[in-house]
């Protein structure tokens, strides 16, 4: 019954964890504290909830634990410094009085959660260091999950986390949604980050660990979550369409003794023609916002002449050669 | 990993919602599509609008609905991404219960061609 219930809570956090860290760290100010106080919130989950059972809104229990943690802690700072006394007075106020109710609209989550993104993949960080930080915060995984995704030790993974929360806090990163040109540069290192995973993903071959392969989901999760909270940014649906048609064969293009197939070569009945769907959706919606030239949904659109074809000779050459 | 989750509804007859059950559900799908978990969402006609098609060892035999003895139903079903199947059930609890009658999300895990011992993978490679 223990592990099931653990398995649970496991994918509750899955779920939760990011909106959790997103809303913390707009509270705390500090990447580090709000995962903590995230993760002490688990911790008692993790003891309760096989007890007690699964509460009704676990989201909002999850918050409400950590909120309380929080002001623990403030409190317990506030004997250090008097600064911390009057926000953990506002804090707990806030707290009896929207309390239980969640209290917040859907967008400011949105809001909170894009914000962590942009954190995530703050260029004062190596990539190494983005891609362990967005995958353990945004994505829900474990260090443990990204050390085997990525072939790496265990501890080499804690330690970019670790070191990245101290750059983040020594910068002084602010919790905000760059504007402006400095918009354009920012998201384009968030894309670059969220395709780097999907490669990494989509380069495992048979016999490894199933995590690596889990990453192209991974990827494409993180992908249409950013492409809901970012609607007019065209490169986004265009590297969300590619992620998409690319995701598409990946049944077809290794034979089953694990040998490549080559795209012309590959059983397109094979092809998942939901994704297909979905990729050409997204690669519409790139090029109805002006996008269409962009490295993203210009590979997208490419990949989209493969994916229309029913047989090889169907492909419109044309339009790739014109591409 | 891609999970089927048909919602298998009783009372039979008319599926038609309300406007109240439609505006709750497309909340819970727009949930599903800002986690980045939704492939797709479709809700299926009553059973009258259908029919039967049973093969009993080579014999075919089309039934047009409604069917009187039936029970339930597949109202509809969603296709969702997630990590685990715990996912998929974490999911499917969430789905809001707008209908009168009760009713059961199944949560269904789609079969990778890789799950098959060698024999059945050659035997699906197009000829």
Not at chain 1, 27 to 41: I, P, R
Not at chain 1, 206 to 224: E, I, K, N, V
């Amino acid at each position: 019954v223990t592990s099931d219930a653990n398995a649970a809570i496991d994918a509750i956090w899955r779920i939760e964890s990011p909106k959790l860290i997103a809303r913390l760290v707009r509270m705390m100010h500090d990447v580090g504290l709000a995962e903590e106080l995230a993760q002490d919130a688990l911790v008692i989950a993790l003891e309760k909830w096989p007890e007690s059972g699964v509460p009704d809104n676990p989201g909002a229990w999850l918050m409400a634990t950590a909120k309380n943690r929080a002001i623990d802690r403030l409190r317990r700072d506030a004997r250090l410094d008097q600064k911390y006394e009057q926000v953990a007075n506002e804090l707990a106020a806030a707290q009896a009085n929207a309390w239980p109710t969640v209290g917040m609209a859907d967008d400011e989550i949105g809001d909170d959660l894009l914000r962590l993104i942009f954190i995530a993949c703050h260029p004062v960080l190596s990539t190494e260091a983005r891609v362990a930080l967005t995958l353990r915060l945004l994505g829900g995984l474990t260090t443990d999950e990204i050390a085997r995704a990525f072939l790496v030790p265990e501890s080499t993974v804690a330690q970019r986390i670790v070191r990245a929360k101290r750059t983040l806090a020594e910068a002084n990163v602010p919790f905000e949604v760059p504007t402006g040109d400095e918009l354009t540069a920012r998201l384009s290192s968030v894309l670059e980050v969220i395709y780097l995973v999907f490669n990494e993903g989509y380069s495992a071959t048979a016999g490894d660990d199933w995590m690596r392969p889990a990453l192209c989901d991974d990827a494409l999760r993180l992908g249409r979550v950013l492409a809901e909270l970012t609607p007019r940014e065209p490169e986004v649906h265009g590297l969300v369409a590619l992620m998409e048609i690319q995701a598409s064969r990946a049944r077809a293009r290794t034979d089953p003794s694990g040998a490549p197939v080559l795209l012309l070569d590959q059983d397109r009945s094979r092809w998942d023609h939901v994704l297909i769907r979905r990729g050409l959706e997204a690669l519409q919606r790139a090029e109805a916002l002006g996008g269409a030239l962009e490295p993203y949904a210009l590979q997208a659109a490419i990949a989209a002449c493969h994916a229309r074809a029913r047989n090889p000779e169907d492909t419109d050459w044309g339009r790739i050669a014109a591409l | 990993m891609l999970f089927m989750l048909p919602n298998i509804e009783t009372g039979g007859g008319d599926f038609t919602p309300t406007a109240e059950a439609v505006a709750e559900m497309t909340k819970y799908n727009q949930e599903l599509e800002k986690s980045g978990v939704l492939l797709e969402a479709e809700g299926l006609h009553s059973q009258e609008e259908g029919a039967r098609v049973t093969h009993e060892r080579g014999k075919v035999t089309v039934i047009d609905g409604p069917f009187t003895e039936a029970k339930e139903a597949i109202g509809g079903y969603w296709m969702i991404q997630a990590k685990s199947k715990e996912e998929a059930i974490e999911w499917a609890k969430r789905v809001p219960s707008v209908q009168g009658d009760p009713f059961t999300i199944e949560v269904r895990p789609v079969f990778d061609m890789e799950e098959f011992p060698p024999d059945v993978q050659a035997a699906a490679q197009p000829s």
